[in-house]
């Protein structure tokens, strides 16, 4: 899900060249001030090392999604131990030696595994929760994100942007990937303090109101690069209109040496637009282009997607919500397309992941009338995690539970009324689960949830803003 563009004039490369240039030299030249996005105290644990080795003992499943590490395409292993050292997992398997220092969290009866990646999602608009729900993509635009997103404040932004993404945290999302039109310079500033004060591992995907290198030069290294879990990514939206910006957008991601994110085909009225031929024109097929929704594409398209290794983000809660239309997975499987899943913001109403897989294996079923139809459950497990950190180009990072990468991972709490009793837990996990499960979640090795609550962090205080933010934009109609 976007919003709808307005076509800007034209950029050369020459300027946007020049720019890019200049941005170290000029800041001043669009009102930049050069602050480090430094993590909002209200907002949840500021995103700083810091504590001794963590031992997870004896976790009755623990799906380390890494074949070699255990059993299975999940590389399962049961009455398991994960330690934790200086943000990394640094040993999976039984009955490891508790490290000097080290604490001690039993998670008996609990299963381990790597935390969600959400692939694609607009934070702000929980704005706009539960809204517009009778319109399509396009009665979306007009009902409810154009009109809100005209009304931001900065404050109003801090508290949309914490609320999504301590919902997103409290229900497993680990890693996501924010695709933002917001313009104002002081905006962009509120929604990243916001961001990075969450302790959330995040890409701020910018969508600049022009080809302004410059403007994105500055946001990045002034406010995203110094959040030591956030990176860049810059947005655009590929149509035949607006050609010169997406080349514009493709000139600066190779500068900044980041990728390019669009929405591709979300309706099929967007076949007019020709995003993917546009996209072909300007040289980004390739391994730095992700790609959001493609619902509609060809044969032949999915097949360009496979060849030239780009990236695709699947939304299946949303798409279903606005009537897009059920991406055609398998198809994309056949073409060796890495996907990932993404929540999509306002239009899917929540953050949980665990009706985000169920719903991507339900809708490929009911397309096609076919049980064995791809994604079964271990490889959905894989999309929401390591499939995920693949289509971000992260995989070596983040996405399993390989010793040396980076510790971002949940423990889920099966004891409850929803998942009870013990019968395939992997499945219990997709068909059964819900946020209520997860009772932790590590983010670079530190507790973001520990015992089903966020870890300082007052949620009745983060909705009394939201509500009192939404209260002013309302009120301002």
């Given amino acids: 899900m976007q919003s709808a563009p307005t076509p800007p004039p034209a950029p050369t490369r020459r300027n946007l060249l020049t720019g890019l240039g200049l941005a170290a030299a000029t800041p001043l030249m669009l009102g930049v001030r050069a602050r480090p996005a430094a993590p909002d105290p209200a907002a949840g644990p500021r995103p700083a090392p810091g504590g001794g080795p963590v031992l997870l003992r004896g976790a009755s499943l623990v799906l380390t999604m890494d074949p070699a590490l255990g059993h299975g395409p999940l590389g399962t292993l049961e009455n398991a131990d994960v330690l934790l050292r200086d943000g990394t997992v640094a040993a999976v398997g039984p009955a490891l030696p508790r490290p000097p220092g080290a604490s ?10 790597p935390g969600f990646v959400d692939t694609h999602t607009h934070l702000w608009q929980a704005a706009i929760r539960g809204g517009c729900t009778d319109r399509d993509l396009f009665g979306w635009f007009a009902g409810c994100t154009d009109p809100q997103r005209a009304r931001l404040t900065p404050a109003a932004v801090r508290s949309f942007v914490r609320l999504a993404a301590l919902d997103a945290v409290q229900s497993g999302v680990t890693t996501l990937v924010d695709w933002v039109d917001i313009f104002s310079y002081e905006l962009v500033e509120s929604y990243v303090r916001a961001l990075a004060g969450t302790g959330v591992r995040f890409t701020y995907a910018m969508f600049p109101p022009r080809p302004d290198a410059v403007l994105l030069t500055e946001v990045k290294r002034e406010l ?46 967007q076949r007019a637009d020709d995003p993917l031929g546009v996209l072909r024109d300007i040289g980004a097929l390739g391994p730095r282009l992700l790609v959001n929704h493609a619902v509609h594409l060809a044969d032949a398209e999915i097949a360009a997607l496979g060849e030239h290794d780009v990236r695709v983000a699947h939304c299946p809660l949303s798409n279903m919500r606005l009537a897009s239309g059920i991406m055609r997975l398998g198809e994309f499987r056949r073409r060796g397309v890495k996907v990932g899943l993404g929540l999509d913001g306002g239009t899917n109403d929540s953050s949980d992941f665990h009706a985000l897989m169920k719903t991507a294996i339900g809708l490929q079923r009911a397309r096609t009338t076919d049980a064995g139809v791809f994604p079964q459950v ?28 980076r510790a971002d991972l949940l423990v889920v709490d099966p004891a409850a009324l929803n998942f009870a009793p013990r019968y395939d837990w992997t499945g219990q996990l997709v068909f059964n689960g819900r946020p209520e499960n997860i009772d932790s979640v590590f983010v670079d090795g530190r507790a973001l949830k520990r015992g089903g609550r966020l870890v300082d962090v007052d949620p009745a205080r983060v909705v009394r803003e939201a509500e009192a933010a939404a209260a002013r934009l309302r009120a301002g109609a």
Wanted: charged share 20%; hydrophobic share 45%.
């Fill in 378 to 405: 271990p490889e959905v497990l894989r999309m929401a995690t390591l499939g995920g950190a693949e289509a971000l180009g992260i995989a070596d990072r983040v996405g399993s539970l390989t010793p040396g990468k």
């Fill in 224 to 269: 995203v690069d110094p959040a030591p879990l956030g990176s860049f990514q810059v947005a655009t939206h590929a149509a035949r209109a607006v050609e010169h910006h997406n080349r514009a957008h493709w000139e600066a991601a190779r500068e900044l040496g980041v990728m390019l994110n669009s929405h591709v085909l979300e309706r099929p009225e």
């Fill in 104 to 113: 001690v969290t039993d998670v008996s009866g609990k299963l381990v595994m």
